[in-house]
């Protein structure tokens, strides 16, 4: 009677170490297939492409820094290369003093040309603005801004 009991009790551990391996096993083939999904849920944007939460330490992390923060001469000190402050002042002047110090920003995925990043963004606000930025990579983790190209509703610059 004691060697059925016993026989009893070790199926009923068995199947129950059997159920749990089984229920760990489906509940990991669900994380792994549920994970590449996650990247997948942010939506694309039709003027700049795949919206992407920015990676600390990544390209689009920087650009949207520097979106973020407000305009001036440091801005310009602290990202673009000395030999085309000027120029890209020139050019970009008013589209940075209208953009720069942006709170809602939605970035893309940067788009690798060579030795160039190019970023996508868009910004929302009074009026909605996309671009993009041109970075290069002049040492390990140290950037320069070389163009900005952006677009509003109705007119491009």
């Known amino acids: 009677m004691s060697s059925i009991i016993v026989n ?3 199926f009923v551990k068995i199947t129950y170490v059997q159920r749990y391996f089984r229920l760990f096993f489906l509940i990991g083939v669900i994380i792994l297939l549920i994970g590449p999904l996650h990247a997948a849920i942010l939506p694309k944007n039709v003027d700049i492409g795949q919206i992407i ?3 600390e330490g990544s390209v689009e992390a920087l650009a949207k820094d520097a ?6 001469l440091d801005w310009i000190q602290r990202y673009v290369p000395a030999s085309l402050q000027a120029g890209f002042v020139h050019t970009n002047d008013e589209a940075l003093s209208t953009i720069l110090g942006s709170t809602a920003i939605q970035m893309a995925k940067a788009i690798r040309r060579t030795q160039l990043w190019e970023v996508p963004f868009c910004i929302f606000g009074e009026e909605y ?3 993009v930025m041109v970075w290069v990579e ?3 983790g140290s950037w320069a801004l070389l163009s900005l190209s952006l677009e509003s509703e109705g007119q491009g610059r």
């Open 138 to 140: 002049q040492n390990p």
């Open 129 to 131: 603005w996309w671009g």
């Open 53 to 55: 939460e920015p990676q």
């Open 8 to 10: 009893i009790i070790t």
């Open 67 to 72: 979106l973020s923060e407000p305009y001036t």
